[in-house]
């Protein structure tokens, strides 16, 4: 076990995927932190996970089980072991990635914080029947479990950190939180050196890509991300822009998806929709500098960390006026927001931008990224970690 460093403020992360791999979200913000914090001179930073793809011995790994209850109490069983090696007992600075994660942590009596990453389990009872009829009773048990869990967390921790703005207000109206100060947003980041190294380089992507001008959607839960919607829109594009194609990255992953995925053939349009499936982080970003425009046509989204690295890639966006994507895209002279689920706007959109002069658009995609870039992001949670300290909360 690691030896308690007196001099440095002690912080255990954790995190309930595999690290290591990044294939969502948190599994990037994860990554970002354990670069920025695990060589920190005044931070000793600890991250704690299931299973992970690299050694070290600030990496501590729970081991995998088939329960979720029983995965979550062997992290914090371990959590807090490590938590109390490093520091004096529960001095430590907690971490969580999920906050539906952290309810086993009521009874640390050290400071806790935790992500709020999304709002759908928050509103999930909102409209229960939609959830229901788009995603099916197991979709909509998981979200219940989730806001139980996730409210039951907002109770006790002592920070909540949100990814927007909009999330922090749905949060607080959905978990009644007092005091109400204590959730933070802390945007969620994209590290704009490997885009911009994509954008100058443009290198081939390693697959052939169908089409003159490619549109491109990363992501999976492709229906509450709009991808049915914006197959409409490329069905419905004028005849002049008939070399358009759509590239769809990320894997199908609920019950709606199958729908979704025989929809191009429904409207005759399957010789210009390609699914790529899974494409790893090195490939993405290799994959963002082939393409003319993104699109994240979503009914719901938090913030939307595709959009950041698309802008990051110097490419025009078409995306919702929904949940925090408006507080990146708002006044982004290179993009476009629509309103979800209206797919004749979304084409009118992505034409529009694909008629345009791209002389000056990478420039300002890549300015508007650069507001929300990984070292102001961690710049904002080290100064937090640090306030826990100054309000008496934990003892470096």
């Known amino acids: ?3 308690k460093s007196v001099s440095k403020l002690p912080v255990v992360f954790v995190t309930p995927t595999k690290f290591g791999v990044v294939n969502n979200g948190p599994a990037i913000y994860a990554n970002y932190l354990w670069d920025s914090f695990v060589q920190h001179p005044e931070i000793d930073f600890h991250l704690v996970t299931p299973e992970s793809d690299q050694e070290h011995d600030q990496i501590h790994v729970s081991g995998c089980f088939k329960s979720s209850r029983k995965q979550y109490e062997a992290m914090q069983r371990l959590a807090i072991e490590v938590a109390n090696s490093i520091g004096t007992p529960q001095s430590a600075i907690v971490h969580g990635n999920t906050a539906h994660t952290m309810w086993l942590f009521a009874n640390y009596r050290g400071p806790v914080i935790a992500q709020v990453n999304d709002y759908d389990a928050a509103d999930a009872f909102d409209n229960p029947i939609r959830t229901l009829l788009d995603y099916g009773p197991r979709r909509l048990a998981s979200l219940a479990w989730r806001r139980f869990h996730e409210r039951k967390a907002t109770r006790f921790l002592s920070r909540i950190i949100c990814n927007s703005q909009y999330t922090r207000q749905r949060v ?5 939180v007092e005091p109400t100060e204590k959730a933070h947003v802390i945007y969620k980041a994209v590290d704009l050196e490997p885009f911009k190294k994509a954008r100058s380089k443009r290198e081939k992507f390693d697959q052939q890509l169908i ?29 002049k822009f008939n070399d358009v194609s759509l590239i769809v990255a990320g894997a ?16 005759g349009i399957s010789d210009r929709v390609q699914f790529l499936g899974r494409v790893n982080r090195e490939n993405l970003i290799q ?22 690295e698309s802008l990051a890639a110097g490419l025009p966006v ?6 925090g994507i408006s507080e990146i895209l708002e006044g982004c002279a290179s993009s476009s927001l629509v309103d979800p689920e209206d797919s004749r706007q979304l084409a009118d959109a992505i034409q529009n931008i694909l008629s345009k002069d791209e002389s000056d658009t990478g420039r300002v995609s890549a300015d508007v990224a650069r507001r929300f870039k990984k070292e102001l992001m961690i710049s904002s949670l080290e100064s937090l970690y640090f306030e826990l300290v100054s309000d008496g909360l934990s003892e470096p």
């Not at 490619?214 to 991808?227: D, M, P």
């Not at 989204?301 to 595709?306: K, T």
Request: hydrophobic residues 40%.
């Open 172 to 176: 607080l109206k959905q978990y009644q």
């Open 252 to 267: 199908q992953s609920q019950k709606a998806d199958k729908r979704i995925r025989r929809l191009p053939e429904l409207l």
């Open 318 to 323: 078409v995306a919702t006026r929904v949940g």
């Open 287 to 308: 994959l963002y500098g082939n393409v003319k425009l993104a699109a994240l046509p979503s009914r719901q989204e938090a913030l939307g960390v595709a959009i950041l």
């Open 1 to 3: 076990m690691h030896q």
């Open 211 to 239: 089409g003159q001008r490619q549109i491109l959607f990363v992501g999976c839960n492709w229906h509450r991300k709009g991808l049915d919607c914006l197959i409409e829109a490329v069905s419905l594009l004028d005849e």
